[in-house]
């Protein structure tokens, strides 16, 4: 059955011919170059995205390697002059042909076109050129070259005596510094190799993310736990398993160190491994750990590089002179040959997720690129994803547990402080007694505070006291920040206003800022404790290149008594003066209207509760709540990633969220409402057409309003369906996508798929 009228004609095409999509050149720059080629029967069979292939090209009808990217059962060209391909190269296991397939896989998944899709698993230009150094040696014996010496200083050939001289002193010399120091031009360097005096060689000059790190060779020896999981991971790969882990270990476990024994184990193999960590925890803490190690085994991919280093790293990683590689999400796409294990670090992270189309998360990825290659894939994480989790205990993935802190230290210990209460018995300010207490005490001792505020900015939204009207951006649905400098602003679109006291609405003089920022702790801790040294770190304050680590060292250096931050602060950093964490205000993200409001506030929570007490003080952890009876929050001071999890996929269950069922999110934008609108409708029409060929009828929200409605001037509007099988809304996007490209009615609207969101739209 077909979604719309009146778009069957292509289906009566009913030769069986196939045509395949064929990539000849695999640069960056050339992947939306797409050949099409006739497949003949004989081998048919074998054509499929990822393969490597034998084609006629160009004018010559040169035997050419290329790579089929997809298959099509019509062509646009001239049946009589479509061109066949020749044959399946033999050699088609390459990595070129492993992305490809994945790229595959992304588009069959994710939506978005072929050419996104590869773009997204080769994102580096091939075609750089990599930087190169020429060095001089001498060629002759030194007494030989001592007598040429001479004779050139007696001919007052002073250039080139200049440059002997200067060779003789140093053994060796970079192209550059002989040219400047002889006054040579290259022609004539090149004329004294040609005649046997030097010579030039050409290297390749790495530029190395890794400069300036050095390895101390230190190893721990694994405790029980850790080693138990080494051990088994050691008998499956033995015994030629690969499997999906789930390795679930509280904050301090030691899950790096098994990181680093299960590498060991595929590289003592001969094969490869992809190391996953959030860009954001990359510091050069965690980097140095793997460099340690592996030392130049390692390649590093992430944003922070320069172009010419990241060809570099690549570069590396082709040629075999690395084989680990630690990166974000997108070094998941690493080209790295036999792949032995990719490890995916803090595996509940958001970041996962990629935000561009095809968006794609890298943990379904992972899992498929391993199974192209025989790999296994290590999840880890002290909060797991509730579909993650879910998976473990029913068997798909191994559940690999640690739940003591690895060196001996105690969990903190953990309690909740009602701010009802507090109010109700006439604090007024943002600090519970309690909390007051424990960071006078910490200032007494000099032990270090971390307090833990999910909020940037100054005072969060401004509202009319009098009509309750909020100060909105014009170009987009949401509230505008208030910051201490007097402005407003918009953190999607960096729209910029004085602040006001005159409600737009009712003109009444009652506006003022509601809410919680860091900046107003910090101002609050002033007051409070004045001889408190206080950073703040946020993303206010670590704008620029180097100021996240710089405050951070800071800290750890004990220039300060008190960070104040935002989630930045609570990420994988290692302070063990630090004995007190305060979390100001442990609601900010419990009700962000999201279904995994809760997941993320747990996560959250345990996290910056790790933090506290990692040396061999004890810590102590205070959780200021509107909402202690939440079990995010009870099961969080408790540390009960278990009792979390069975009210947590409970909820999941009721309102048929993922993991109990799968999400397909429909996303449709246009700079004019009314279209947005009418397309959207249009489109849950097509899909509730299909409903009734379905026994088990797909579950259809909205359409309706983003939960923002507008960004940048863009309308948005929103469908989710939910099924629990995924194929059924893979195949329905499959069915829309082609509509959508196509008819007319959906001209103007651009339609964005998101399967499985990871949060509402
Ligand atoms: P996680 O990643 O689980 O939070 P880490 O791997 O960062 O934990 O380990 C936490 C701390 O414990 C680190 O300082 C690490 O050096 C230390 N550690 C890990 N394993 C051991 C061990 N077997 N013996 C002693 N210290 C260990
Ligand atoms: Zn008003
Ligand atoms: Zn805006």
């Given at each position: 059955?077909?979604l719309?009228?009146n778009t069957?004609?292509?289906?009566?095409?009913?030769?069986?011919t196939?045509?395949?999509?064929?990539?000849?050149d695999?640069s960056?720059?050339?992947?939306?170059k797409v050949?099409?080629?006739?497949?003949?029967f004989?081998?048919?069979?074998?054509?499929?995205?990822?393969?490597?292939?034998i084609?006629?090209?160009?004018?010559?009808n040169?035997?050419?390697?290329g790579?089929?990217?997809?298959?099509s059962g019509t062509?646009d060209?001239d049946?009589?002059?479509?061109k066949?391909?020749?044959?399946v190269?033999?050699?088609?296991?390459t990595v070129?042909?492993?992305l490809i397939r994945?790229?595959?896989f992304?588009?069959?998944?994710y939506?978005?076109s072929?050419?996104?899709?590869?773009?997204t698993?080769m994102p580096?230009k091939n075609?750089?050129k990599p930087r190169?150094?020429?060095t001089l040696r001498?060629a002759?014996?030194?007494?030989?070259?001592?007598?040429?010496l001479?004779s050139?200083e007696?001919?007052?050939?002073?250039?080139?005596?200049?440059?002997l001289?200067?060779l003789?002193?140093a053994?060796?010399l970079?192209k550059?510094?002989?040219m400047?120091?002889?006054?040579l031009?290259l022609?004539?360097?090149?004329?004294?190799?040609?005649?046997?005096?030097?010579?030039l060689?050409e290297?390749?000059?790495?530029?190395s993310?890794?400069?300036g790190?050095?390895?101390?060779?230190?190893?721990?020896q694994l405790?029980?736990?850790?080693q138990?999981?080494?051990?088994?991971?050691?008998?499956d790969?033995d015994?030629?398993?690969a499997?999906?882990?789930l390795l679930?270990?509280?904050?301090g476990?030691?899950k790096?160190?098994?990181y680093?024994?299960?590498?060991?184990?595929?590289?003592a193999?001969g094969?490869?491994?992809i190391?996953?960590?959030?860009?954001?925890?990359?510091t050069?803490?965690?980097?140095?750990?793997f460099y340690?190690?592996?030392?130049?085994?390692i390649?590093?991919?992430?944003?922070?590089?320069?172009?010419?280093?990241?060809f570099?790293?690549i570069?590396?990683?082709m040629d075999?002179?690395a084989?680990?590689?630690i990166?974000?999400?997108s070094a998941l796409?690493a080209?790295?040959?036999?792949?032995?294990?990719?490890?995916?670090d803090?595996?509940h992270?958001?970041?996962?997720?990629?935000?561009l189309t095809?968006?794609?998360h890298?943990?379904e990825?992972?899992?498929?690129r391993?199974?192209?290659?025989?790999a296994s894939?290590?999840?880890?994480s002290?909060?797991?994803l509730?579909?993650?989790?879910?998976r473990a205990?029913?068997?798909r993935y191994?559940?690999w547990?640690?739940?003591?802190?690895?060196?001996?230290?105690?969990?903190?210990?953990?309690?909740?402080?009602?701010?009802r209460?507090?109010?109700?018995?006439g604090?007024?300010?943002?600090f519970?007694?309690?909390?007051?207490?424990?960071?006078?005490?910490?200032?007494a001792?000099?032990?270090?505070?971390?307090?833990?505020?999910?909020r940037?900015g100054?005072?969060?939204?401004v509202s009319?006291?009098?009509?309750?009207?909020v100060?909105?951006?014009?170009?987009?649905?949401?509230s505008?920040?208030?910051h201490?400098d007097?402005?407003?602003r918009?953190h999607?679109?960096?729209?910029?206003?004085?602040?006001?006291?005159?409600?737009?609405?009712?003109n009444?003089?009652?506006?003022?800022?509601?809410?919680l920022?860091?900046?107003?702790?910090?101002?609050?801790l002033?007051?409070e404790?004045p001889?408190a040294?206080?950073?703040?770190?946020?993303?206010d304050?670590?704008?620029?290149?180097?100021?996240?680590?710089?405050?951070l060292?800071?800290?750890?250096?004990?220039?300060?008594d008190?960070?104040?931050?935002?989630q930045m602060?609570?990420?994988?950093?290692?302070?063990?003066?630090?004995?007190?964490?305060g979390?100001m205000?442990?609601?900010?993200t419990?009700?962000g209207?999201?279904?995994?409001s809760?997941?993320?506030?747990?996560?959250?929570?345990c996290?910056?509760?790790?933090?506290?007490?990692?040396g061999?003080?004890?810590?102590?952890?205070?959780?200021?709540t509107?909402?202690?009876?939440?079990?995010?929050?009870?099961?969080?001071?408790?540390?009960?990633?278990?009792?979390f999890?069975?009210?947590?996929i409970?909820?999941?269950?009721?309102?048929?969220?993922?993991?109990?069922a799968?999400?397909?999110a429909i996303l449709?934008?246009?700079g004019d409402?009314?279209?947005a609108?009418?397309a959207?409708a249009?489109?849950?029409?097509?899909?509730?057409r299909?409903r009734?060929e379905?026994?088990?009828p797909v579950?259809?929200?909205g359409p309706?309003?983003?939960?923002?409605?507008k960004?940048?001037?863009?309308?948005r509007q929103?469908?989710?369906?939910?099924?629990?099988?995924?194929?059924?809304?893979l195949d329905?996007?499959?069915?829309?996508?082609?509509?959508l490209e196509?008819?007319p009615?959906?001209?103007?609207v651009?339609?964005?798929f998101?399967?499985?969101?990871m949060?509402?739209?």
């Open positions: 059955m077909c719309m009228e069957d004609q292509e289906h009566t095409d009913s030769k069986k196939i045509y395949a999509d064929v990539i000849i695999i960056h720059e050339a992947l939306d050949f099409q080629y006739r497949v003949p004989s081998i048919a069979e074998d054509i499929k995205p990822g393969v490597k292939v084609v006629p090209f160009g004018r010559g040169r035997e050419t390697a790579y089929v990217i997809s298959l062509t060209y049946h009589a002059k479509i066949e391909v020749s044959r190269d033999e050699e088609s296991l070129e042909s492993e994945v790229a595959a992304l588009k069959h998944t939506g978005g072929m050419i996104q899709a590869l773009r698993v580096v075609k750089m190169t150094r020429m001498l002759l014996e030194r007494a030989k070259t001592e007598e040429l001479e050139w007696k001919k007052h050939f002073l250039a080139r005596a200049r440059l001289k200067a003789l002193a053994g060796s970079e550059k510094t002989a400047e120091l002889s006054g031009p022609k004539e360097l090149r004329k004294l190799a040609d005649k046997g005096i030097l010579t060689e290297e390749v000059a790495c530029r993310p890794f400069s790190m050095t390895r101390s060779g230190d190893r721990v405790n029980e736990e850790q138990v999981i080494v051990d088994e991971f050691r008998e790969q015994g030629g398993s499997r999906t882990y679930h270990g509280v904050t476990s030691g790096t160190e098994v680093l024994a299960l590498i060991e184990e595929v590289l193999r094969r490869t491994a190391v996953l960590i959030p860009e954001i925890s990359l050069y803490q965690t980097v140095s750990r340690d190690r592996f030392g130049d085994r390649a590093l991919l992430n944003s922070r590089l320069s172009k010419g280093e990241k570099d790293e570069r590396r990683i075999g002179k084989d680990v590689v990166g974000p999400r796409f080209p790295l040959s036999r792949l032995g294990l990719i490890i995916i803090e595996e992270d958001g970041a996962y997720k990629s935000e095809p968006k794609y890298a943990t990825t992972a899992i498929y391993a199974g192209l290659c025989g894939v290590v999840l880890g002290a909060t797991p509730t579909e993650t989790y879910d205990l029913a068997g191994h559940l547990k640690m739940v003591r802190r690895a060196g001996g230290a105690n969990l903190p210990d953990t309690e909740i402080v009602d701010l209460q507090e109010f109700m018995a604090n007024r300010s943002m519970s007694g309690k909390l007051k207490e424990a960071i006078a005490d910490r200032l001792r000099g032990e270090q505070t971390m307090l833990f505020l999910n940037r100054f005072a969060g939204f009319c006291r009098s009509c309750g009207a100060m909105k951006c014009p170009h987009c649905d949401v505008l920040t208030s201490r007097g402005t407003l918009c999607y679109c960096g729209y910029e206003r004085k602040t006001t006291k005159i409600c737009p609405v009712c009444s003089a009652h506006m003022a800022a509601f809410g920022g860091t900046e107003k702790v910090e101002a609050a002033a007051t404790f001889t040294r206080v950073i703040r770190m946020d993303a304050t670590t704008r620029k290149k180097h100021a996240h680590q710089e405050l060292k800071l800290f750890e250096e004990g220039k300060a008190i960070l104040v931050g935002t602060i609570v990420k994988g950093h290692d302070y063990p003066n630090v004995t007190l964490v979390i205000a442990a609601d900010l419990l009700h209207s999201d279904f995994r809760a997941e993320t506030t747990f996560a959250l929570l996290q910056a509760a790790g933090r506290a007490g990692r061999d003080k004890p810590g102590q952890v205070i959780i200021q509107y909402s202690p009876d939440h079990y995010a929050i009870r099961t969080a001071a408790d540390q009960s990633y278990e009792e999890y069975r009210n947590e409970a909820y999941r269950a009721m309102m048929h969220y993922p993991p109990r799968n999400m397909l449709v934008q246009s409402k009314g279209a609108v009418l959207a249009r489109i849950e029409k097509m899909i509730s299909t009734e379905q026994e088990d579950r259809v929200l309706g309003e983003a939960r923002i409605a960004i940048k001037d863009i309308h929103i469908i989710y369906l939910k099924h629990r099988s995924g194929e059924l809304l329905l996007k499959e069915r829309l996508e082609p509509v196509s008819h009615m959906f001209a103007g651009t339609v964005q998101d399967y499985n969101p949060t509402f739209y």
